[in-house]
């Protein structure tokens, strides 16, 4: 029996190389560009542009904000960095700083950009297709001068429904896109597709790919068996196994009554290290003891710092054993799931907190 | 008109302040506590600390991780810093290091802390009186030596029900804590209350209080009006305001379809700036034109990095104008009504997140 208190983050960086490859390879002759914003959806954006840059060889890069670009360029000096979010007053010494390309979705943006242009960097331009999110629309096309339209070194619009085969959006967003770029933007090269839509099929691929999503692990396509690797593993330690009695409550609000007597493991982490209080009396960690799997029910409210959980049928079950929240076999489309949210949520959430002992596994983890 | 893109949190150390004082005050002759773990619930725990310490004069505080009492201790030198969590294999070192008091919620612990005592440290420990989550059981408590019992500096339990005034919990778990701090350790101060506690009324209070939720503006006693300030606010910019004809959808899968024209603004703040995903369709965002407050509905889901809101009916309305997300007239609490959830898990995911601008605001913000 060994006491533990800390919550273990594990991220595989093999297995994220293996995901963009296999990414880069549906991908045809597009070039994939990586999506390292929200701190590569906090799993580290620096440690994760730099694994991709040396051993994937990817040269193109996203962001959402300029902060974000700037902290990994030191460590891909020469790759391209596209900004989603645009440049702005709050932004633009870094990106003259960092060398950033901005994404330009409106004629103010534009102006902007046309005020501060920075030498030897051409904007992407985004245009609206059908998300109805960021974007020139037509009607904001169809003002600009032929000066404007040589700003841009790429054109780019975002799936609503790439996730969905077949739903009607996506048929429809791309017969705009090749109407809008080819009406507008004919000699540029172009990009549609996140990770998801790199699955609908080679129609969709244009120049470019921006892979995330997929990249970390997530299933783009759920139409289908995932195709992609976990990535990332957490854990956290039981720090007691205790009685429960017939009748008794557990956790704030009184949320969960024991209609038996019930044996219950209180784990160290929460909502404080990004597990969704959602899954308060729904959710459900795992152990894994003698090479068996066994299930434990959250009971009562999910904490800031602890979950409770019923161990009533696991036996031989000690303080300092790891409960395993996401892994290979609950990965975290399982738990966004079970907390009513996808995926995405909740990767983007966890690797943000720093009570969490990381570790980086694969080749480049030193 | 200036173009913005990145969203801003500013932190109110006056009204943090101010709350600690007025609950200090409610609090009479019990040591106030804060309660800085979690990184201050994501607001900084080195900020909150020293500002606490130098204005306050609070000289105890609370902590879930060794991690983080070592992050505050250079900044609070003599102060009584524990550690919730307790003291295990992966933190003796910090404790060691930054002096840590460990709260001991178990046999287990206990055993541990016998075996690795650090020269005049003397813990705490925490006893279970109706929560069901970390604590000695009667059971337990049976079982300790009477050296056993002179290890500790402090008797304390946790509330299930603190914010529901007239809740049978309370008093069964003031009725087991008095008789178990009697029959075990008679001569011990204890702590029985968090933030909660404090407003049930003088019996509650005993020897310390742990301050942690109100000071942050949240209301623990949601039976009535709040009385703390609201400390955050959080602002996001407009990227683009555009037309949504009848017809059209907004946002990933579609969810929201125009019924009529409409206008939309598109801000830089999503899920990956901790804006729960689950305001999608539900929650709302706040212009502040000409002094008058619009209210603006969001529509589709709330992606990553952006939210769409319906700002049909509001003039004058321009990119770079700020949307507010959590104000003195939209705070904390409200979010949490509106996202399925409470206040508490809302700002503990906010303030993790490096893309906002943060500005602390007071005397202490140099």
């Not at 209609?259 to 795992?286: E, M, T």
Request: aromatic share 10%.
């Amino acid at each position: 029996m060994s006491i533990l208190t800390r919550p273990i983050l594990e991220i595989n960086l093999d297995s994220l190389v293996e995901n963009f490859q296999a990414l880069q390879k549906i991908s045809g002759k597009a070039t994939a560009a990586a999506v390292v914003k929200d701190d590569a959806y906090g799993l580290g954006a620096v440690k994760v542009a730099e694994v991709l840059y040396k051993r994937a060889k990817c040269r193109h890069f996203f962001v959402a904000h300029a902060v974000e670009g700037k902290e990994v360029r030191a460590i891909i000096p020469d790759a391209q960095i596209y900004v989603l979010q645009g440049m702005g007053r709050d932004s633009l010494s870094d990106f003259e700083e960092a060398r950033l390309i901005p994404v330009i979705s409106s004629k103010e943006q534009l102006a902007y950009w046309k005020e501060h242009r920075i030498p030897g960097i051409k904007p992407a331009i985004n245009i609206e297709t059908g998300l109805n999110r960021l974007g020139f629309r037509e009607f904001d096309l169809s003002e600009l001068s032929e000066d404007d339209k040589k700003e841009f070194s790429l054109v780019m619009s975002h799936l609503a429904c790439g996730d969905a085969q077949g739903h009607f959006m996506n048929q429809h967003q791309l017969d705009m896109f090749i109407f809008l770029k080819e009406t507008y933007f004919p000699k540029l090269p172009g990009s549609l597709s996140a990770s998801d839509g790199t699955f609908l099929g080679e129609g969709y691929l244009f120049d470019m790919v921006r892979l995330g999503a997929a990249m970390y692990g997530i299933n783009t396509a759920p139409y289908r068996q995932n195709q992609m690797k976990n990535v990332i593993t957490v854990k956290a330690p039981v720090l007691q196994i205790t009685d429960l009695p017939k009748g008794d409550f557990v956790g704030y609000s009184a949320t969960y009554r024991a209609n038996a007597n019930r044996k219950i493991a209180i784990i160290s982490i929460g909502y404080g290290d990004g597990i969704p209080r959602s899954l308060s009396n729904v959710g459900k960690v795992f152990f894994n003891l003698c090479d068996k799997l066994h299930e434990a029910r959250i009971l009562g409210r999910v904490s800031m710092d602890n979950i409770v959980c019923d161990v009533t049928d696991i036996k031989n079950l000690q303080v300092g054993d790891m409960a395993h929240l996401i892994a290979d076999f609950y990965t975290l489309d399982d738990m966004g799931r079970d907390a009513g949210t996808i995926g995405y949520e909740i990767i983007s959430r966890i690797g943000k907190n720093n009570r969490f002992i990381r570790h980086y596994l694969g080749d480049d983890s030193q």
